[in-house]
């Protein structure tokens, strides 16, 4: 198998575990980093890949954070595309009429109002600490700095998110991508980012997307395994993102990642 990239999702694709990578990740990693560019490519904020990057030693790459919405090489920033404060102020207002928290997130800041379950899973899986703020003090203070989220995570219970998601795909879904990350959790971005056009931003003068293997699990890695050279989708995958995939690998709870590196990439 010869590929010169290989991209990779982390939460509940490369991450062995809900907070960090497996020991046999990380040695295959080693194995191949100097003769492939090893490319994380989340929905996280990049503090919360960084520490990732450092554990599989490949701190030399860019990262793709946001779904593509922000993408890093070190501290310069090469690719930065926002959800307007209009759009932020709107959906706050749907989300609170039923219930549902807001959390944004702009580079490195990531906002909450209170604290809740949701909000330590994401602190204990993500090592990263919020700001709780009034989330309309957050829409004037980034109004007054002209910027704007580069994600948006609504939490919810299962039935209001039920019945908001429709509302949004009916008002957003032609300027913005809309997942559901699970039953309880939408998360938004700008529509005319993903991390496939995050992808082929950081493509060398010689290289192609049949150049670059990918591993994914969730709706929004979907584009991305679809159009790179190989699409792999782990086993735990949603049965969509199966059905699109190339290949398939194991769980990521068994080193899925891990063992397709080690059995089909070799150096």
Same mark, same amino acid.
């Given at each position: 198998?010869?590929?010169?990239?290989?991209?990779?999702? $982390?939460?509940?694709?490369?991450?062995? #575990?809900?907070?960090?990578? &497996?020991?046999?990740?990380?040695? +295959? /990693? %080693?194995?191949? @980093?100097?003769?492939?560019?090893?490319?994380?490519?989340?929905?996280?904020?990049?503090?919360?890949?960084?520490?990732?990057?450092?554990?599989?030693?490949?701190?030399?790459?860019?990262?793709?954070?946001?779904?593509?919405?922000?993408?890093?090489?070190?501290?310069?920033?090469?690719?930065?595309?926002?959800?307007?404060?209009?759009?932020?102020?709107?959906?706050?207002?749907?989300?609170?009429?039923?219930?549902?928290?807001?959390? $944004?997130?702009?580079?490195?800041?990531? #906002?909450?109002?209170?604290? &809740?379950?949701?909000?330590?899973? +994401? /602190? %204990?899986?993500? @090592?990263?600490?919020?700001?709780?703020?009034?989330?309309?003090?957050?829409?004037?203070?980034?109004?007054?700095?002209?910027?704007?989220?580069?994600?948006?995570?609504?939490?919810?219970?299962?039935?209001?998110?039920?019945?908001?998601?429709?509302?949004?795909?009916?008002?957003?879904?032609?300027?913005?991508?809309?997942?559901?990350?699970?039953?309880?959790?939408?998360?938004?971005?700008?529509?005319?980012?993903?991390?496939?056009?995050?992808?082929?931003?950081?493509?060398?003068?010689?290289?192609?997307?049949?150049?670059?293997?990918?591993?994914?699990?969730?709706?929004?890695?979907?584009?991305?395994?679809?159009?790179?050279?190989?699409?792999?989708?782990?086993?735990?995958?949603?049965?969509?993102?199966?059905?699109?995939?190339?290949?398939?690998?194991?769980?990521?709870?068994?080193?899925?990642?891990?063992?397709?590196?080690?059995?089909?990439?070799?150096?």
């Amino acid at each position: 198998m010869d590929f010169k990239i290989l991209c990779s999702d $982390l939460d509940g694709t490369l991450l062995t #575990y809900k907070d960090n990578v &497996s020991d046999l990740t990380i040695s +295959e /990693i %080693k194995r191949i @980093k100097d003769r492939l560019r090893i490319i994380l490519v989340s929905a996280r904020m990049p503090q919360s890949m960084t520490y990732i990057q450092k554990s599989l030693g490949i701190e030399n790459e860019p990262i793709i954070c946001y779904n593509g919405a922000l993408v890093l090489h070190g501290s310069k920033e090469l690719l930065s595309t926002f959800i307007y404060m209009d759009q932020i102020s709107s959906i706050y207002d749907m989300a609170n009429n039923v219930g549902i928290q807001l959390g $944004l997130y702009s580079n490195r800041e990531w #906002y909450v109002e209170i604290d &809740s379950e949701r909000v330590r899973k +994401e /602190i %204990k899986y993500t @090592k990263t600490l919020p700001i709780y703020r009034n989330t309309k003090a957050t829409i004037e203070d980034w109004e007054n700095r002209r910027i704007g989220a580069h994600k948006i995570m609504l939490m919810g219970n299962k039935d209001n998110t039920d019945g908001l998601f429709p509302v949004l795909q009916k008002h957003f879904s032609h300027t913005l991508n809309l997942y559901r990350s699970n039953d309880t959790l939408i998360e938004i971005a700008p529509k005319s980012v993903s991390k496939l056009t995050a992808i082929k931003l950081l493509l060398g003068a010689h290289e192609s997307l049949n150049d670059v293997i990918a591993f994914g699990d969730n709706y929004n890695d979907m584009e991305m395994l679809q159009n790179v050279g190989r699409g792999v989708a782990v086993a735990n995958a949603r049965e969509e993102v199966k059905r699109i995939a190339r290949d398939l690998a194991l769980k990521n709870s068994e080193d899925g990642v891990a063992l397709y590196i080690k059995q089909h990439i070799l150096i």
